[in-house]
């Protein structure tokens, strides 16, 4: 019983002293009035980058294409807001993960677009969720981007540079063709 009693107070002591040392260092708000969502967030520089969407036209968000984008937020080491943009058409875009592919700090944008116009350069499926990835340099403009999918739905699952400098990517397609 005395065995017991000292493993259960080892176990209460060590559990409280290893969660009392948890404290927030910063913390930030970002975005607009309308959905904002973060999907990845990845060290870059001397800060991080966060990826992911917005529906909002205003607040920290200074342009729209239109309903959802992309959307990049470039923040310093202790969360200040260094700058923003926003990538896509007229419809939706969905960004779902974001990464650097080489020591250049180019970054990949990865996700799905139903657009056709704005930063979209070719839909080869107009009217369809198609995967869009692309490619931006350290100030968030475009190198280039590319659509893949076909006359149905896709569903984006995860992606990975490869050492030659390219992009491999996986997720599930809702109808043949492509």
């Known amino acids: 019983m ?9 176990f209460l002591f060590f559990s409280t002293t290893i969660f009392a040392q948890f404290q927030i260092e910063w913390q930030q708000c970002y975005g607009g009035s309308d959905y904002d969502r973060a999907y990845d967030i990845i060290p870059f520089g ?35 807001f260094l700058w923003e943009k926003t990538y896509g058409g007229s419809s939706s875009e969905g960004s779902h993960i974001g990464f650097h592919a080489n ?26 969720c198609n995967f869009w990835f692309v490619k931006i340099d350290s100030i968030g403009d475009i190198i280039w ?29 809702c109808a043949g063709g492509g």
């Open 2 to 10: 005395k065995k017991q009693i000292l493993l259960i107070t080892l």
């Open 46 to 80: 001397n800060g991080y980058m966060i990826i992911g969407v917005t529906e909002s036209y205003d607040g920290d968000i200074n342009y729209n294409h239109g309903y959802q984008d992309f959307w990049e937020v470039a923040i310093d080491s202790v969360g200040n």
């Open 103 to 128: 020591q250049s700090n180019d970054i990949y944008l990865l996700g799905a677009s139903v657009s056709t116009d704005g930063d979209i350069s070719n839909n080869p499926y107009p009217g369809s």
């Open 145 to 173: 981007d590319r659509m893949v999918g076909t006359q149905g739905g896709q569903y984006f699952g995860s992606g990975s540079p490869t050492t030659d400098g390219g992009l491999v990517a996986i997720g599930s397609v």
